[in-house]
């Protein structure tokens, strides 16, 4: 009897301390789950290139070998390609330029100056995803800083390039990334953010001054986010190319970059939008004007963000951007002044825009 009264009496309240590992537990499968990949297909490939070092002949541990996938393949996995063959072109830069101030010059703080000096200015040419190769001067310095410059610099060249080599070969092939699946959530986010830069530019015009201001501040942002979804973009579609395992998905992944690329030429009308807006709005003399323009401008902003949806999903946008530009177009025939012509002229460059990027089979121009 007592054990069927214990059995129906109601349990405990979990104490916090269990509900605190309980969501430690939860959290730690979260990180696994999403960055488990990552992490095996590192020391994976770390470990073949350490042995294929080995077997190439390695008389010390093949540090420099095993660094190159642990650096190229920490982030992003599909620019793994561009990291290794910055690396490798940066170490070889580097030690060339180290040995050749070292065989004229003697070390001393003017000669270290000249080393990082002549490193960070062909680091400049020879960029890192965009910013400067620091890894020229850094293997510069350390060819300075060694004792046995020639047998270091030889070993470092050879083992950069072998590890550079076993990252590009199994970076693909080891638990590869979808492309595709990390495209739509870039377009999802383009998307996201277009839209609540256009709608919430069109709600500053009513406030006062700040608000605009900080709605500027908002929306650059936003395009920057905008210009780095663009910029993992184009890299994923680079990368389709190196990828044996995703070809089927090649024709996905072309289209959604182009999606992408269409939404980084919307960033500029965008921004010159809220600009507009942050300068106009409190004005006196343009009370009348601003009065209006609230009256037409959130129905073309909603309108026009539909549009842009429709693009950026892949459906047909041209239906949406017919119904936008008929809107605009009887925006222009009812307001011909100059504030009006103002704030209408980004939004006929986006539906210019989007016209563009909706043809069927088109090239979508290079993104600004």
Excluded: K
């Excluded at 990552?38 to 093949?62: F, H, K, M, N």
């Excluded at 925006?331 to 009006?340: G, H, I, Q, T």
């Amino acid at each position: 009897m007592t054990d069927l009264a214990d059995a129906r009496a109601p349990r405990a309240p979990r104490t916090p301390r269990a509900s605190r590992a309980r969501r430690a537990r939860d959290r730690f499968r979260e990180i696994a789950r999403a960055e488990g990949p990552a992490a095996a297909r590192i020391v994976v490939t770390v470990a073949v290139a350490w042995q294929v070092a080995l077997w190439l002949g390695a008389d010390q541990p093949p540090v420099f070998a095993a660094i190159v996938p642990l650096v190229a393949l920490r982030g992003d996995p599909m620019t793994a390609l561009g990291t290794s063959l910055q690396r490798a072109l940066g170490v070889v830069a580097g030690v060339l330029i180290g040995l050749a101030v070292l065989n004229v010059l003697r070390p001393s703080t003017a000669t270290l100056a000249l080393v990082v000096a002549l490193g960070l200015g062909v680091g400049m040419v020879l960029r890192a995803g965009g910013g400067l190769n620091i890894q020229v001067a850094a293997s510069s310095l350390l060819v300075f800083a060694n004792t046995s410059p020639d047998a270091y610099a030889l070993d470092r060249v050879w083992e950069t390039v072998e590890g550079a080599a076993v990252t590009i070969l199994l970076a693909p092939l080891l638990w590869p990334p979808a492309p595709h699946r990390v495209l739509a959530v870039i377009t999802d986010d383009c998307r996201a953010r277009l839209s609540r830069s256009l709608t919430g530019t069109v709600a500053a015009l009513g406030t006062g001054p700040a608000a605009a201001r900080e709605n500027l501040t908002l929306v650059d942002a936003e395009v920057e986010a905008v210009h780095a979804n663009a910029a993992r973009a184009r890299e994923a579609e680079r990368a389709m190319r190196f990828n044996p395992l995703r070809r089927r998905h090649r024709d996905t992944v072309r289209l959604q970059a182009r999606h992408v690329a269409t939404a980084d030429r919307l960033t500029a009308p965008l921004a010159t939008l809220a600009r507009e807006v942050a300068a106009l709005t409190g004005r006196e003399d343009l009370a009348a004007d601003l009065a209006r323009a609230r009256r037409r401008l959130p129905e073309l902003a909603a309108l026009t963000a539909r549009a842009i949806g429709h693009t950026l999903s892949g459906e047909d946008p041209r239906p949406a951007v017919a119904t936008a530009r008929s809107r605009l177009t009887a925006y222009d025939r009812a307001d011909s002044r100059p504030l009006a012509v103002a704030l209408r002229r980004p939004f006929h460059q986006i539906l210019d825009d989007l016209d563009q990027g909706s043809v069927p089979g088109g090239e979508a121009p290079s993104p600004r």
